[in-house]
């Protein structure tokens, strides 16, 4: 069973940084995909940024390019966001999610970290 705690999150006024992080404990495979996913009140879940096993191949949702940046540290078993130039728009819960190896099914949730930026 694998566990994913994600750490970080708190509130931040516009213009300003958080990095969060996750941290996998537990038993874990090598090919997995590792992925940020958030919801905002009211509105659907959405993969903000997704990063391949080797950290050699990410993507980013559009509201996020050039902002958001995702990596990863395999020794630590742990991914991180590094989120700049914070938006109002971007206050939602944040969730960290561990990928089937290379598909697109989730296999893998985290607890979800409170991001909240102020205006």
């Known amino acids: 069973q694998v566990q994913l705690v994600e750490s970080g999150g708190g509130l931040v006024q516009a213009g300003g940084s958080l990095r969060l992080s996750c941290a996998a404990s537990g038993r874990t495979y090598s090919s997995d995909a590792m992925g940020w996913f958030r919801r905002a009140p009211g509105r659907e879940r959405e993969l903000v940024a997704r990063i391949s096993w080797s950290g050699g191949s990410t993507a980013y949702a559009d509201s996020v390019k050039g902002r958001f940046t995702i990596s990863r540290d395999n020794a630590k078993s742990t991914v991180y966001l590094q989120m700049n130039s914070l938006k109002p728009e971007d206050t939602a819960v944040y969730y960290c999610?561990?990928?089937?190896?290379?598909?697109?099914?989730?296999?893998?949730w985290g607890q979800g970290t409170q991001v909240t930026v102020s205006s």
């Open positions: 999610a561990m990928f089937l190896d290379t598909s697109t099914l989730i296999k893998n």
